[in-house]
């Protein structure tokens, strides 16, 4: 035998007093009777907790109704458990899956007002006003662009037609996307060089000119030279007193020597020449000296006369052969050349002078030259070189040279364009001008930019809600299916169902099943006559033994190895007496073995009521002694559940014997527990049941008494039973003398004292 042992210590909320024993012992089967809100349902939900965790037992609880799932919607019951929570589950699935439904129709249709197309119209569907913004920034740019696209080509047609004598462009056209790409390369020149560049597209190829050599010449040099000639003195070696200090003497006797023999006439003095006067004139002349004084003086006067010479032959540049572009440059460098020439020219003879001077006069000392020294050919040259090799090297590139002119020309052409608003032909336009006009651009094209990643951002927000709905839905709909693939077949149950109602009597209570697509299994409820019964004129009686009896198949139908707990959580409630004898009887059944649903060696089985008659009536009948001297109190568990306490019932004596003494045993402890809603309710029950069993009518028994008719009136209770303590305005102590004095006056005082207890 299965004895269990449930820790009352593991209860959620304080519901039972734990402070003496927390362990609650069950024998494989138990009764226990509480009144309503005593803990019945928490003790279910202790077994449940405990003994699911250890998966030694099945454990099986039945709560009435909570397993049965009315649909009023279509007028039919749902059985089971598993069922229940399944189309729990999918009408909540359902429910959730046409909100979200909504929503993506919602959203789609928030996609369809950004991406708008006039046949979105019909659908009622408007322009979104990011859809607005965005296509009003678009057409604005598209407008201007529009405007500046035709100033280009405007643009193009002026470079075209430029000049007859000039072309600008290469190839065989020029358009408006040549226009636009040189805008950036625009560049205005200054007349001078754009003249030049006129110039240079006029020019035909010329041949290359040879460069001038260098003349270096130290000048300066020279002219010392000259001045250390000049003032040169001759040595005497013998003083001839004729001659001493007059240089015109010595120079007139120096060339008379050079005339005369010795033997000869003098031509001058008319006497004799003689060796000995040659030898004195020799001596006096210093013959060595003067021999090299007038060796310089040849040597520096063709010197010079080479300079002079070279002068003379220097070829003068030719403007014309050069490019025009250079003829400026060329013009002014010829001058240069002709002022250093004539310069040079000048100083040369001046020095050439004063050394011819010397020659005639070659014992005088002459005064050094102070003349400026000239500048040199070699600076002009190197300029006229300059610009013959630029002049060269434009011969070598003369294409490319021209190809470079003409986009000079070209971009001058092209500023001129966009910087000129009155030339425009679109000031009629209020055209401000091309720069003005494409920071406008600008600024609409970030407009665009802006709105459309503001549209973007939204669009992509919605989508990404719209997966995300689809997504959820996808998941709704596979929940959906897996629920509808664990619901079970209950028609073979619902056909017991059926056969035990109709041999209970019951004939007007039939389950008819009833099939959906995609829905969980549905029961009809049919009369007599197999018609369909209003699911809102079902008692609550009716309903709850159609849920105990699908509970009672569901116990048949599972497997009969697994260890199993089954706990009946206050099943009987409003049936009427022969659904509650049908009940009861299929409670004693099963915890018996009859059905083979229940093993006492194995199983565990427990019964909880608060429901006197029921209590009485469910258990075994009698407390007769079995051969061993064994009672039924001995054999199964009894329990009374008061002021948060197990009593455990051990004997006949402490019983309920009847359903009218356990009202009695209730109104006690409803009084020393103080609840005085609860004591008038038992006292009305007391009363009914008295006066029914005695044939007394309600008159003859409260006698005129109202206060007292109006407690303890059975026809009152609803309005009684939503009093406080306070809107009683009675005692506890008051409602019992009350209640007593009603079979004190009425003569049954032994009956009152008989059962009440304090």
């Known amino acids: 035998m299965t004895n269990l042992t449930i820790d009352l210590s593991k209860q959620e909320y304080p519901v039972f007093n734990i402070c003496d024993d927390h362990i609650l012992d069950l024998k494989p089967i138990n009764f226990i009777f509480g009144r309503n809100g005593t803990g019945k349902s928490s003790l279910a939900q202790l077994i449940k907790q405990q003994y699911e965790e250890t998966e030694e037992y099945d454990v099986c609880v039945f709560t009435g109704m909570q397993d049965l799932l009315v649909d009023d919607k279509l007028n039919a019951v749902v059985l089971g458990k598993e069922n229940k929570e399944a189309k729990e589950q999918v009408d909540r699935i359902d429910l959730d899956l046409i909100s979200r439904q909504g929503k993506l129709t919602e959203l789609e249709n928030s996609l369809k007002s950004l991406l708008w197309k006039p046949e979105f119209k019909e659908l009622g569907i408007n322009?979104?006003?990011?859809?607005?913004?965005?296509?009003?920034?678009?057409?604005?740019?598209?407008?201007?662009?529009?405007?500046?696209?035709?100033?280009?080509?405007?643009?193009?047609?002026?470079?075209?037609?430029?000049?007859?004598?000039?072309?600008?462009?290469?190839?065989?056209?020029?358009?408006?996307?040549?226009?636009?790409?040189?805008?950036?390369?625009?560049?205005?020149?200054?007349?001078?060089?754009?003249?030049?560049?006129?110039?240079?597209?006029?020019?035909?190829?010329?041949?290359?000119?040879?460069?001038?050599?260098?003349?270096?010449?130290?000048y300066e040099e020279l002219l010392d030279r000259v001045n250390e000639v000049i003032t040169r003195e001759l040595?005497?070696?013998?003083?001839?007193?004729?001659?001493?200090?007059?240089?015109?003497k010595q120079n007139f006797a120096m060339h008379g020597?050079?005339?005369?023999?010795?033997?000869?006439?003098?031509?001058?003095?008319?006497n004799l020449y003689t060796k000995q006067r040659e030898e004195k004139l020799e001596l006096f002349l210093s013959v060595d000296e003067l021999k090299k004084l007038n060796n310089d003086l040849d040597l520096l006067l063709k010197r010079i006369n080479t300079h002079l010479k070279e002068m003379e032959e220097l070829e003068e540049p030719k403007t014309s052969s050069?490019?025009?572009?250079?003829?400026?440059?060329?013009?002014?460098?010829?001058?240069?050349?002709?002022?250093?020439?004539?310069?040079?020219?000048?100083?040369?003879?001046?020095?050439?002078?004063?050394?011819?001077?010397?020659?005639?006069?070659?014992?005088?000392?002459?005064?050094?030259?102070?003349?400026?020294?000239?500048?040199?050919?070699?600076?002009?040259?190197?300029?006229?070189?300059?610009?013959?090799?630029?002049?060269?090297?434009?011969?070598?590139?003369?294409?490319?040279?021209?190809?470079?002119?003409?986009?000079?020309?070209?971009?001058?052409?092209?500023?001129?364009?966009?910087?000129?608003?009155?030339?425009?032909?679109?000031?009629?336009?209020?055209?401000?001008?091309?720069?003005?006009?494409?920071?406008?651009?600008?600024?609409?094209?970030?407009?665009?930019?802006?709105?459309?990643?503001?549209?973007?951002?939204?669009?992509?927000?919605?989508?990404?809600?719209?997966?995300?709905?689809?997504?959820?839905?996808?998941?709704?709909?596979?929940?959906?299916?897996?629920?509808?693939?664990?619901?079970?077949?209950?028609?073979?149950?619902?056909?017991?169902?059926?056969?035990?109602?109709?041999?209970?009597?019951?004939?007007?209570?039939?389950?008819?099943?009833?099939?959906?697509?995609?829905?969980?299994?549905?029961?009809?409820?049919?009369?007599?006559?197999?018609?369909?019964?209003?699911?809102?004129?079902?008692?609550?009686?009716?309903?709850?033994?159609?849920?105990?009896?699908?509970?009672?198949?569901?116990?048949?139908?599972?497997?009969?190895?697994?260890?199993?707990?089954?706990?009946?959580?206050?099943?009987?409630?409003?049936?009427?007496?022969?659904?509650?004898?049908?009940?009861?009887?299929?409670?004693?059944?099963?915890?018996?073995?009859?059905?083979?649903?229940?093993?006492?060696?194995?199983?565990c089985f427990l019964c909880m009521t608060h429901n006197v008659h029921f209590y009485l009536n469910v258990q075994p009948h009698g407390a007769i002694e079995d051969k061993h001297g064994r009672t039924k109190y001995d054999k199964y568990n009894f329990y009374i559940i008061r002021d948060k306490t197990f009593f455990k019932v051990e004997k006949e004596e402490d019983d309920f014997k009847t359903h009218y003494e356990a009202l009695w045993m209730e109104l006690n402890d409803l009084f020393e527990s103080g609840h005085l809603n609860s004591m008038l309710n038992s006292m009305r029950r007391i009363v009914e049941t008295f006066m029914l069993f005695n044939k007394i009518h309600p008159d003859h028994f409260y006698k005129g008494k109202d206060e007292h008719r109006k407690m303890f009136n059975v026809h009152s209770h609803a309005?009684?039973?939503?009093?406080?303590?306070?809107?009683?305005?009675?005692?506890?102590?008051?409602?019992?003398?009350?209640?007593?004095?009603?079979?004190?006056?009425?003569?049954?005082?032994?009956?009152?004292?008989?059962?009440?207890?304090h």
């Open 322 to 603: 050069f490019y025009s572009f250079l003829s400026d440059e060329v013009s002014d460098n010829i001058l240069g050349i002709k002022h250093a020439q004539s310069s040079l020219v000048s100083f040369l003879r001046i020095l050439e002078s004063e050394l011819n001077e010397k020659r005639r006069d070659l014992f005088s000392r002459r005064n050094p030259l102070s003349e400026q020294i000239p500048d040199s050919l070699n600076a002009e040259i190197e300029n006229i070189n300059k610009l013959i090799d630029r002049h060269n090297n434009h011969t070598d590139s003369f294409v490319e040279q021209q190809k470079k002119a003409r986009d000079i020309i070209r971009f001058h052409l092209i500023s001129e364009i966009i910087e000129d608003i009155k030339k425009h032909p679109f000031k009629k336009n209020s055209w401000r001008g091309y720069c003005a006009e494409k920071n406008d651009l600008k600024h609409l094209a970030e407009r665009v930019v802006n709105e459309r990643q503001i549209f973007e951002q939204e669009v992509e927000s919605i989508e990404i809600s719209i997966r995300a709905e689809k997504s959820a839905i996808a998941r709704l709909e596979g929940d959906r299916r897996n629920q509808l693939k664990r619901t079970q077949n209950t028609e073979y149950l619902a056909n017991i169902i059926n056969q035990k109602l109709s041999a209970g009597g019951k004939q007007d209570l039939k389950l008819s099943v009833r099939r959906l697509e995609d829905d969980v299994e549905h029961y009809m409820i049919l009369d007599e006559k197999n018609g369909t019964r209003d699911i809102s004129k079902i008692s609550a009686g009716e309903k709850n033994i159609i849920a105990f009896l699908y509970f009672i198949g569901f116990l048949k139908s599972m497997d009969s190895r697994q260890k199993k707990i089954i706990v009946f959580d206050d099943p009987m409630t409003s049936n009427d007496d022969t659904m509650q004898y049908l009940m009861i009887t299929e409670l004693q059944r099963l915890y018996r073995g009859t059905d083979r649903i229940f093993d006492r060696n194995r199983d």
């Open 127 to 218: 322009k979104n006003l990011l859809f607005t913004h965005k296509e009003e920034a678009e057409k604005d740019y598209k407008s201007k662009e529009q405007l500046i696209d035709a100033f280009y080509t405007y643009g193009a047609k002026e470079v075209r037609e430029f000049s007859p004598n000039i072309k600008l462009f290469s190839g065989s056209s020029y358009n408006k996307n040549n226009f636009e790409r040189e805008i950036q390369r625009a560049r205005r020149l200054p007349d001078k060089e754009l003249s030049l560049c006129k110039a240079q597209l006029r020019d035909n190829p010329k041949e290359k000119l040879k460069p001038y050599h260098a003349i270096h010449h130290n």
């Open 257 to 270: 020597k050079k005339l005369h023999r010795p033997g000869e006439i003098c031509a001058f003095c008319g």
């Open 235 to 248: 040595a005497q070696i013998e003083i001839l007193p004729e001659f001493k200090d007059n240089p015109q």
């Open 719 to 757: 309005a009684i039973d939503e009093l406080s303590a306070d809107a009683i305005g009675k005692t506890k102590e008051q409602l019992r003398d009350m209640f007593k004095y009603l079979f004190y006056d009425n003569e049954f005082e032994e009956h009152f004292d008989s059962y009440w207890k």
